[in-house]
Structures are given as C-alpha cells and as structure tokens.
C-alpha cells in the first residue's frame, strides 16, 4: 500500500485490527515518510529510536491472541512540551537540552496504555511561547504548504507533521490557539478541549492557568478518536475535573455520515468581524455562514464586548504566569547550567549566565514583561486588571451561550504568513491569535478544522467552533457535519490537495 500514509487514522486503526497492516509495516511507512520530508519540514526533533520495537511487540501480542484496545499499532507524533519516559523533551529550548524525564506525562501514558506507537517529538515555540515555530532553539519548521512560510504555533512541529502525512495523528497544547491557530494554517484539524478535561500532569508549564492539551488530525473524526483516548480524571492534576466524558469520537461519526444543521444556532460574534482579517478568509468565512443556513442552521449576530480586550489581557496573565513558571531554571535546581571561568563567580552571576544562554529572545521578553507586571506597584494596574477582564470575557461567553448552540469565527486573521516576515514586530505575531484567545481565557472548548482555501495566495483558512465547558461533545457533532458538508461542496478533503513540501500549489479556483 503505498499510500498507507495518506489513509486516515480511522482507516488504519480498521486496517490493523483485520490483520490487513501490521503495526510493524505502518511504523515503517511513516518512518520512511519522515526521512523524506523531514530535510524540508524539520517538524521533529527527536525520533524514537524504540518506535518499530514497539511495533514488533503490538504485531506479538495480537498474534499471540491478547484483547488488545482498538488503537493498538496506530503511530502518534507527540509535541515536545510533553514528558516522554526514553526521548528527550526539551520544550523547544537550549535549557533543556538533552533532558530525558523520568516519567511519562499523564497523556502520553494514555495513549501508551491504548497500544499506540510514538513516532517522535515535534518541534514548538521556545516553551510554547509564540505564534510561527520560529522561536524554537532546533529551528523553524515550515508549512506542507509552502516551504517558505510558517506552519504556525506554538504546536507548529505537530500542526506540520500531520499536514504533511508523517503521522496520522498528533498531541499539541494550546495556551492562546497554539493547537487551533497552526491547524488553520496548515489545513489540519485541532482541538483545545475543556480546561481541566485532559490531564496537565508531564506538561511543561507555560501558563498553568490558559495551557491545555488536544489532539491535532487530518479529519474531525480523528481528532475524537485522540481525544477520546486521552481525556478524563488524573488525581495527580489537581484541575483535572471528575467528570466521565461522554465518547467524542461517537458523536463525530453520527454527524458526520448525515451531516444535518437544522436546529443548530451559531453565533457570530460581531467583535471578530474586523478589517484586520485577510480579504480571502473572510470571503471563505462567509461562505461557510452560507453554506451552513442553507443547511438548516441558524445565524445569529452576538455581541461579546470584552473580547476586544482578549488580547491585551492574554499578554499580561501569560508573561506573569510564564515568569513564575520559569524562574525554577536557575542553574541550580533545573535546567542547564553554564560555566563561568571567574573563581569568584557568585550564584546570581551563573543564574543570569545560564539565563542569559539557555533562553532565547520571546522567552526573555515574556519574562520581562511578566515580571514587571507582577511587580510592586503594578500588581493591581497591570495583572488584577487583566484578571478581571478575564472574568468580565467569561461572562460575555455566558450570555452567548444562553442565545446560540456554539459561537463561531475564522481560526486566524490570515492564512500562513513567511518565515521572517513578522519575527521583528512582536505585536503583530500576538495578533495572529486573536480569536483563539478568548476561549483559553474562559477554559471553554475551541475547534478548528480547514474551510478552504484563500483566493488570493491558495493557502488554507480555517473556521473556529466555541462551545460551553464540559460541552466538547457538541463541537464534534457540528464540527463534523460542517466537515462533511464542505467535502460535499469542493469535492474532496483539503488535505488530498495538499501538495509535496516543496512542490507548487495548484491554482485555486475563484
């Protein structure tokens, strides 16, 4: 089969379970498919080395008879801010270089226990800080799309590696979009699940409060399937929720087979119709408001008010959490140390070299500003005042709530923008996660999955669904529909137009 690659994860975990594919072939496939994309994606970091050992033994223990979970065999591709017992996880930085865990994260374990192969780690922001995967230590990876733009972040590593078919799947985090927002630029599907809802536990942390993991995938269905895997309590999370979670990956199938919208109302949230979205993807956003009416669902206009302060509020509770979270790599109790050749060198003196080192500049700048908004005398100005615009956002998502079934926006303002084009105009790069912002700040669930693609550069856009907390069920059941309805009206999947990193894209039709 030497499409195998190309086949979604549904397809495959079948294709294992009747004995079709072994779990040793498909590791391979994927292998191979790394190999020959990797010199221009760069979307791993780390390969595991153990990968088609662990296949050999699924291909065992199925042979020898065992009940094995239905997942068992299925390739995974892992984001590197989670803790991975015999790779390293570095969170994308010089500060941890080569640092192997001594434990699984609660996630990863998971999807150990369901019997899936990892095939390696993938490439991310410094710490999950930014919006390109440029400011990773490894370097930048690139977008399937086109070689010379961004896949976006933080998860660009992963958003990349499923985009370009070298995992059929993939864990991501998402602080402020960096699960939804490179899924949009890559024309993969991603999921930030209800904060509490998947465990955090083996995370490392960037912003305790607004970080949380999800699945990345080709397709709705398959991003339930991931989810459904890794969802669900950890006592060792002390913000995991209790709560059973219904199967996402059920409702994703049911809609997607009869995809039906009638009785559906989504809201569009007047505060996100601005002239600083791309031309293209707001045509391709209207499109999809039409295509969704005429199959039945409701369109109706929400006012939001405070998400006009989403941005500026996310960039004070994040640096001041990071800040917090980051001063543990001091040299002396975490991360690398660098030496000095003065005897007389105090500790502060090989802290600030170590930091000096071990970061790179979006760190330094979260940092700092963090810092100062935690400060003495700027504590209430800066930090308070941006939690209670918090608050007053999750408010402005009770109230829609109580109007629409789910709201509904662009993933991001524009599609893939080039590598270098926004690196020295900070401001600019935090506006690309304009719309994903407010459902972090909230802990309500976000779903992005590919609408098109733009007229006017042939690079993908992608739609945003919102939905209450504990309602991540509700956003595969529509998003699910709204994937199969824009299959129906373009005639295939978008990923089967993406084309071989490296090679043009096809002219897009008006």
């Not at 004995?19 to 970091?45: C, H, K, M, W, Y």
């Not at 010089?94 to 369901?114: I, N």
């Not at 299959?487 to 295939?492: E, F, K, T």
Request: proline share 6%; hydrophobic share 40%; glycine share 10%.
């Amino acid at each position: 089969m030497s499409e195998l690659h190309r086949l979604s994860a549904l397809d495959l975990q079948g294709l294992l379970q009747s004995g079709e594919v072994s779990a040793t072939e498909l590791t391979q496939t994927f292998v191979d498919r790394i190999s020959a994309v990797e010199p221009v994606l760069n979307a791993f970091v780390h390969l595991n080395d153990a990968a088609l050992a662990e296949a050999r033994e699924i291909d065992a223990r199925r042979a020898d008879g065992e009940s094995l979970p239905a997942t068992a065999g299925l390739p995974v591709a892992v984001k590197d801010v989670l803790c991975t017992l015999g790779m390293p996880t570095t969170a994308g930085s010089r500060m941890l270089e080569g640092w192997r865990p001594p434990y699984d994260a609660t996630a990863v374990k998971k999807y150990r226990d369901a019997g899936m192969v990892a095939l390696g780690k993938t490439n991310m922001d410094e710490f999950a800080m930014g919006s390109s995967t440029e400011h990773s230590a490894w370097g930048p990876t690139t977008n399937p799309w086109d070689i010379e733009r961004v896949p976006g972040g933080s998860g660009g590593g992963s958003a990349a590696a499923v985009g370009a078919f070298e995992a059929p799947i993939a864990l991501g985090s998402d602080t402020g979009g960096s699960i939804r927002q490179p899924a949009a630029l890559t024309g993969t599907v991603g999921m930030k699940p209800t904060y509490g809802g998947v465990s955090r536990y083996g995370v490392i942390a960037l912003a305790s409060s607004l970080d949380q993991v999800g699945p990345v995938a080709r397709s709705v269905a398959d991003a339930a399937l991931l989810h459904d895997v890794i969802a669900g309590h950890d006592p060792r999370d002390s913000t995991s929720i209790p709560d059973a979670w219904p199967s996402m990956l059920e409702a994703a199938l049911r809609s997607g087979v009869e995809p039906d919208l009638r009785g559906v109302r989504l809201g569009r949230v007047t505060q996100l119709d601005t002239d600083g979205f791309q031309p293209g993807v707001r045509t391709r956003f209207a499109q999809l408001l039409e295509l969704a009416s005429a199959h039945g669902a409701e369109i109706i206009d929400v006012d939001c008010p405070h998400f006009d302060y989403a941005v500026a509020a996310y960039y004070l509770i994040l640096p001041a959490e990071a800040s917090s979270n980051l001063a543990k790599y001091d040299s002396v109790r975490f991360g690398m140390r660098t030496a000095m050749t003065n005897g007389q060198s105090t500790v502060e003196d090989v802290m600030a070299a170590t930091r000096e080192a071990g970061f790179g500049d979006e760190v330094k700048r979260r940092i700092i500003l963090g810092t100062y908004a935690l400060s003495a005398g700027y504590y209430d100005a800066y930090y308070g005042s941006a939690q209670q615009v918090r608050t007053l956002i999750q408010g402005d998502f009770q109230r829609a709530f109580e109007q629409v079934d789910a709201l509904i926006t662009p993933s991001a303002p524009t599609t893939a923008f080039k590598l270098g084009e926004q690196l020295d105009n900070p401001l600019t790069m935090y506006a690309n996660d304009l719309t994903t912002i407010p459902a972090n700040l909230a802990g309500v669930p976000g779903l992005s999955l590919p609408m098109g693609l733009a007229p006017e550069d042939g690079l993908p856009v992608g739609v945003q669904l919102m939905a209450p907390a504990f309602q991540d069920q509700r956003l595969y059941s529509v998003g699910a529909a709204l994937e199969a309805l824009i299959i129906q009206r373009d005639g295939s999947t978008l990923s089967a137009r993406v084309p071989e990193p490296g090679q043009p894209r096809q002219q897009v039709a008006q």
